[in-house]
């Protein structure tokens, strides 16, 4: 059972420290977002990371952002970042007096939580580690990785997972002994939604949209091949938002095809619930996502998703209710689902009606972050 609101209003606050890749990634978006919804909420969140993460622009008075500064030592060919983290780390526990330092990714994030822990004085900052994809299955699945991996997960006050499936690859990949909770990621569906303002530019025909950071993981060739299937059948615009090593991949696959005049490069955004309250569909035939947050916000903007039905996508796409899923790499079959759906605009519409309840039920903020706090207020009590 969720808390309800008041309750939740009732709660202890609390002083949260949070360290996350400020980058354009899943776990930046989602650790900055549950700081605004923290700080929304009472709670007094400090931001620890070597940049501002980009989603944080907008937070409240309650939110503070610590920059970790880099030491320029000629001994060092790399800056020893996770000493200069936890070194910041204990600094801000002590001054701001810290109750909890929640850290997204295991490496090297939770190994320097555990190293701010120990220089602190009584009483110490619970440790509590979010894991979100790539830190298991990709970092700490390397040998050279996988004991310090293990140590930071185990000496953690408490330990989350975004999706069963990641929380399943972990015990079996690493092999911790620590009690994974999964809590979902989340949308706040008040500010994210179909935006319906008439003076949103849209291109003519339909609008296909994909989100990345365009690591080969993405399959951004599957993307640019099953849209190709598309203009095919009818008119229609892709929009690829994002950058990454694929880009210029998918620049040249583009030209090959002959459609490079329907694909256009958006780079990385801030905002995207306008460029997905104007999309039809999204695709996302990643080989491996261990929850698929942009899947999640393309659903809260009635957008349907085609997809694989690998890792914990399945956990957030409903194949035939909400979107499609396919195995990795069968272009055929995402491109045949994405020209049922574009071509069908009842079919189109119900689908994204469906992704918009499933994330109202089951991925809003309002159920979503009272479990964080829950486990912040476990770990400090036990």
Do not use: W
């Amino acid at each position: 059972m969720f808390r309800d609101e008041t309750s939740v209003q009732e709660a202890r606050k609390l002083r949260i420290g949070i360290s996350c890749y400020p980058t354009y990634g899943g776990s930046g978006i989602v650790a900055s977002e549950l700081g605004k919804e923290l700080s929304d909420r009472g709670h007094q969140v400090h931001f620890i990371c070597y940049a501002m993460p980009m989603r944080l622009r907008g937070a409240g008075s309650g939110t503070f952002f610590h920059q970790v500064e880099m030491v320029a030592y000629p001994l060092f060919s790399y800056p020893p970042y996770s000493l200069a983290l936890a070194s910041k780390m204990a600094e801000v526990a002590k001054y701001e007096r810290l109750e909890v330092l929640h850290v997204h990714y295991a490496i090297p994030h939770a190994v320097s939580a555990y190293l701010a822990r120990e220089l602190c004085e009584e009483p110490c900052p619970r440790v509590v580690t979010t894991l979100h994809g790539t830190d298991i299955t990709l970092i700490g699945s390397d040998s050279s990785f996988l004991p310090i991996t293990k140590f930071s997960i185990e000496k953690s006050d408490g330990v989350t997972a975004v999706s069963q499936y990641l929380k399943k690859k972990t015990e079996e990949t690493i092999g911790v002994s620590t009690p994974i909770e999964v809590i979902y990621n989340f949308i706040n569906t008040t500010t994210f939604f179909r935006n319906s303002d008439p003076h949103i530019e849209r291109p003519a025909g339909k609008v296909v949209i994909h989100i990345s950071n365009f690591r080969p993981v993405k399959r951004i060739d599957n993307v640019v091949d099953v849209f190709a299937r598309i203009r095919q059948e009818l008119k229609a615009v892709l929009l690829l938002v994002g950058d990454g090593p694929e880009r210029s991949k998918a620049e040249q696959m583009s030209l090959s095809l002959g459609i490079s005049e329907s694909v256009r490069f958006l780079g990385s955004r801030y905002s995207v619930r306008d460029l997905l309250s104007i999309s039809d569909l999204m695709l996302f035939p990643s080989e491996n996502e261990s929850f698929g947050l942009a899947a999640l916000e393309a659903m809260a903007c009635e957008v349907p998703v085609v997809g694989t039905n690998s890792g914990g996508l399945p956990e957030v796409v409903v194949d035939g209710e909400n979107g499609y899923l396919s195995d990795i790499g069968d272009v055929d079959s995402m491109a045949e689902n994405s020209i049922e759906i574009l071509k069908d605009e009842e079919k189109r519409r119900h689908l994204g009606k469906n992704a918009r309840e499933r994330v109202v039920q089951s991925f809003d903020s309002k159920n979503i972050v009272p479990r964080y706090e829950e486990m912040y207020n476990r770990v400090l009590n036990t």
